[in-house]
């Protein structure tokens, strides 16, 4: 990432959002990043600049106050029991990611990283995953020369609110990762962190198109940091 450009970073309190603001402020030089939340940040930096609220078109580019938009990092997420309905959970995790994406499109973002989900797809007859891929299909239309869409299992990681079962997922992940072998492996569970690492590490490259970056490869980006 070049210094002096900025990326606008959504889902920011999150369980990888959090791990990836930091990571994007403890680089040495790195960029200006502008934060959609939905209330006030604990931490302060001299290239952090929070948008409470206020995640339209003029506040973005106030913010950005000329600086180069590179990226757009998404992590939102929720779920359906947290959302309310499936309507609700629709209107976060594919209709906000898609009109954030655009404003950043409209802002000059060259690239959209999107922390999506493993078998994402949006012809799958899960709801879920369906709109999952939906959000992934949609950024990929909206112009950005590089859409990045990390899609990890199970995300290990302590949460600010309880997820039942994944809560219990977590507890039995040290006994199912090792029995996904093969065309399973995507499916294991993996730590946000190795997340966090794997979007930071995108941010910024240059090569054109879509790319998908599932559990290997996600930590394969962390090990070669």
């Known amino acids: 990432m070049t210094s002096g450009r900025a990326v606008l970073l959504a889902g920011a309190t999150g369980l990888v959002g959090g791990r990836v603001l930091a990571r994007l402020l403890a680089q040495a030089g790195g960029p200006r990043v502008l934060a959609l939340v939905r209330r006030p940040l604990a931490q302060e930096h001299p290239r952090l600049h929070a948008l409470v609220g206020a995640w339209d078109a003029a506040a973005i580019a106030g913010a950005l106050d000329g600086a180069p ?130 979007m930071v590490s995108l941010i910024g490259r240059p090569e054109p198109g879509r790319f998908v970056h599932e559990y290997d490869a996600m930590n394969q980006m962390n090990q070669v940091q």
């Open 69 to 198: 938009l590179e990226a757009f990092a998404c992590c939102l997420g929720t779920t359906i029991r947290q959302a309310g309905s499936r309507e609700a959970f629709l209107a976060v995790d594919r209709d906000l990611v898609l009109s954030l994406g655009e404003t950043a499109r409209a802002l000059g973002a060259r690239q959209a990283l999107l922390v999506s989900s493993v078998g994402a797809s949006a012809q799958s007859g899960n709801f879920y995953l369906r709109v999952k891929g939906e959000a992934e299909r949609g950024l990929a239309g909206q112009g950005f020369e590089r859409v990045d869409c990390l899609r990890p299992g199970l995300l290990l990681g302590e949460r600010s609110e309880r997820r039942r079962a994944e809560g219990l997922g977590q507890r039995l992940a040290p006994i199912t990762n090792p029995l996904m072998r093969g065309p399973l492996r995507r499916y294991r569970a993996i730590d946000a962190d190795v997340v966090a690492g794997a």
